[in-house]
Structures are given as structure tokens and as C-alpha cells.
């Protein structure tokens, strides 16, 4: 009996401490995931916040970028060039809400959808000058989960596209050396970088941020509204998997997944545009067009700011004379290099779509924003194209 009672409270007593070691660690657990997780997004209905952070999207630390909780990477089967730049595209919807399909314009997206694409560069690395960035494609080592390494790679800008009750808001935010902290940036922002090849050698640049009036003339594709719009966010674009930190996945099938996306079709019923880069599984003609559709179809379609040039390249096109095979421009000038027709078949030295995709003169160059260097694989594949098409212009000498 004297074993009995001595034995029990210091049983009783173990089994406390127990406990309380356990909750501890507990606790101290989830304060470590409290640290570890994304603040929540918060959309601002008006105004323009100064930091990227106050939006709650994406947040770094300096080595790691990370994505708040229900914000979800996405990419496109043919992105628009930007002077070799990778980029993180993201989009957010507020709780309840989703983008309504749309088989050929932008899905209709909610009040409260933030889309954020941020641009960046590998670094060159080795005995390369401060500002040297790689020339090369974006590779899985970029990647933490469906953020960013920062170790790797050099962040430039990070640009949301906002849609508030009064339609599109768009905002572009520079990030700092340390890569902690982006500030928007209202008149736009010229960087000096260097682009190193595989071989060693570089190439001076300016990169250009946009002001706010020159996002609003690339993504005003209605020249009657004027209204601001997503240019990517088509089905087209997006119908494509996507590496995601859990597996890779169809990016349409994953957007109705976590509610994101209502009214979609089958897969096959689906409108897909073509990786330019594909020549596998593509053919030339659909790698062309696709290139074209996403680099110059946001202004030169029926409804566009280049609607009275005759030139229409978005996807929809089919008559070979609003392609410009041999269609005279509309007024002549430096755009046109003194050559006669848009597109020349057979002869893409004779083309004026060839001179000015190869042209650095702001009187000239198309796309007229967002490069300040040739895409010399995007050339080559378009005079590849026209290369191969046949057929003789009237006035052809």
C-alpha cells in the first residue's frame, strides 16, 4: 500500500510534463509555419499601393520567392517577347468568384482578380560585369515549389494587371538589388544590363519598365473602348499543362479545380495555339502564326490600334491578303525599309514584317514597346515562314 501511494503522483507528475512538452512543441511548431506561410492577398479596391508586399501576392526574403496561398502560376504556350526576360505569371480571384470562359477574347474575370507577371533573368555568374544577366531558357533549377530561387536568378519588375469595379488597373513595381522588396514605379524605369550568351559573349541593354500610359497602349486592344485587358489570358494561351510543386497538371482543368474558371468546354473542344518553339509536335505555318498572334495580335486585329493598317495577325485571320502576303502598306515611310509589300512570298529579305521585326529604330521596329534588342529566333522562324510560302506579287521586280 506504501508503494501505491508513492508511485501514483509521480506517475501523475511524468505524464504532465509529458503533456506539456508536447504542447510546446506543438506551438512551437506552429509558430514556425505561421513564419513560414505567405501573408494573405488583399486587394485595394482604388489607389496604388507603394510596395508590391502591400498587395500580399508574392513575398521574398531575399533568397526565396514565394506565392500567397491561393494565388496560382500559370504560363502560355507562345509568350510574348521581352527581350529575353523569363517570367512568373500568377493569378488571384477573391473567395466565391471566377472567370467566366470565353473561347476567343480574355476570360470575363471578377472584381478582386489581381494577375501579376514578374520578369526576370538568370544570372550570368562567374567573373560577369554586375549587371550581366544569362541568355537562356528557363530551366526547373529556377524554381522553389512554384516560386522563385533567388540565388539563381535577378529579378527585374513584377507588373499586376488589377480588376477593380471600373475595369482594369495596371501597375508595374521595381524591385531592389537585395530582391526583397519591389516599389511601384508610376513614370516607368530604364535599366542597363548585359545579356551573356553561352559562349561568353555579351550584348548591352537597356531594359525598359513601362510607364502607365505605355501598359495602357499595349493592353488597350479595343480601339473603340480603349478599356484595358488581359493579352495572355486567353484560352488559346493557356490551354497547356503546367509544371505545378505538386505534379503537372492541364492549367484549364487545374483553374476549375480550385474554382477559378466556369464555363470551359472539353479539352478537345478547346482552342490551342501552337509553342513556337515546338517543331516536333507543330507545324512551321502554326508555330508562325502563334508567334505573330501573341507578339503583334493585340494591336493588328479587326478591332486593335493597328486595325487601319490592313495587317491583321491575331489568330482568327485566314485570308492571306489581311496576313499581308503581298499586301502593299498603307503609307510608305522609314517603316517600310523601301521595300513594297508586307510579306513577300518566298523572299523574307524583301518583306517589310522581316525588316521591321530586325529594325532598333523607334520609327520603325515593331513591336514599337517592350524590346530594346532583336529576337533573333523569333525572326528566323517568321522568315523561315515566309520563305516557305509561294506565290509571286503582282508589282514583285
Not at 507578339?295 to 486593335?304: E, V
Not at 485570308?319 to 499581308?324: A, D, E, K, P, V
Not at 517589310?352 to 529594325?359: C, E
Request: net charge neutral.
Amino acid at each position: 500500500m506504501h508503494r501505491v501511494r508513492t508511485t501514483a503522483p509521480t506517475t501523475t507528475r511524468a505524464w504532465r510534463a509529458i503533456a506539456l512538452l508536447v504542447v510546446a512543441l506543438l506551438f512551437v511548431a506552429l509558430l514556425g509555419a505561421c513564419a513560414r506561410s505567405p501573408a494573405p492577398v488583399r486587394f485595394h479596391a482604388d489607389g496604388s499601393p507603394r510596395t508590391l508586399a502591400e498587395w500580399g501576392v508574392l513575398q521574398s526574403d531575399g533568397t526565396r520567392l514565394r506565392l500567397a496561398g491561393g494565388v496560382l502560376p500559370y504560363d502560355l504556350n507562345t509568350p510574348l517577347f521581352s527581350d529575353y526576360a523569363h517570367k512568373l505569371r500568377t493569378v488571384w480571384m477573391p473567395a466565391g468568384t471566377a472567370a467566366q470562359y470565353r473561347a476567343d477574347d480574355s476570360f470575363a474575370f471578377p472584381v478582386g482578380t489581381i494577375i501579376s507577371k514578374t520578369f526576370y533573368y538568370p544570372r550570368a555568374g562567374g567573373a560577369a560585369a554586375a549587371n550581366a544577366v544569362l541568355k537562356a531558357d528557363a530551366t526547373p533549377d529556377e524554381r522553389i515549389g512554384d516560386g522563385l530561387d533567388l540565388t539563381r536568378v535577378r529579378m527585374i519588375e513584377t507588373r499586376l494587371l488589377v480588376r477593380r469595379e471600373g475595369g482594369w488597373a495596371a501597375l508595374a513595381y521595381v524591385w531592389n538589388d537585395a530582391q526583397t522588396e519591389a516599389v511601384l514605379s508610376r513614370a516607368g524605369a530604364s535599366l542597363p544590363l548585359q545579356l551573356v550568351a553561352q559562349d561568353g559573349g555579351g550584348t548591352d541593354f537597356t531594359y525598359q519598365v513601362p510607364d502607365q500610359n505605355q501598359c495602357a497602349g499595349c493592353h488597350a486592344s479595343n480601339n473603340t473602348t480603349r478599356a484595358i485587358a488581359p493579352i495572355g489570358a486567353k484560352a488559346r494561351h493557356l490551354h497547356r499543362d503546367y509544371a505545378y510543386a505538386n505534379g503537372s497538371a492541364p492549367q484549364l482543368q487545374r483553374w476549375q479545380q480550385v474554382g477559378y474558371l466556369t464555363g470551359a468546354p472539353a479539352a478537345a473542344a478547346t482552342p490551342r495555339n501552337a509553342d513556337w518553339r515546338d517543331g516536333a509536335r507543330a507545324s512551321l505555318d502554326a508555330r508562325a502564326r502563334a508567334y505573330l498572334d501573341i507578339n503583334c495580335g493585340h494591336c493588328h486585329n479587326a478591332r486593335g490600334p493597328a486595325d487601319t493598317s490592313g495587317l491583321l495577325l491575331d489568330s482568327s485571320v485566314v485570308s492571306t491578303r489581311q496576313l499581308g502576303i503581298c499586301k502593299p502598306p498603307v503609307a510608305a515611310g522609314q517603316g517600310t525599309g523601301d521595300h513594297t509589300f508586307d510579306i513577300v512570298p518566298g523572299q523574307p529579305a524583301q518583306s517589310i514584317l522581316v525588316y521591321r521585326m530586325r529594325s532598333l529604330d523607334p520609327g520603325a521596329m515593331m513591336p514599337e514597346l517592350g524590346r530594346d534588342l532583336i529576337h533573333e529566333e523569333g525572326v528566323a522562324l517568321v522568315s523561315e515562314w515566309i520563305g516557305a510560302q509561294n506565290g509571286r506579287c503582282d508589282s514583285e521586280t
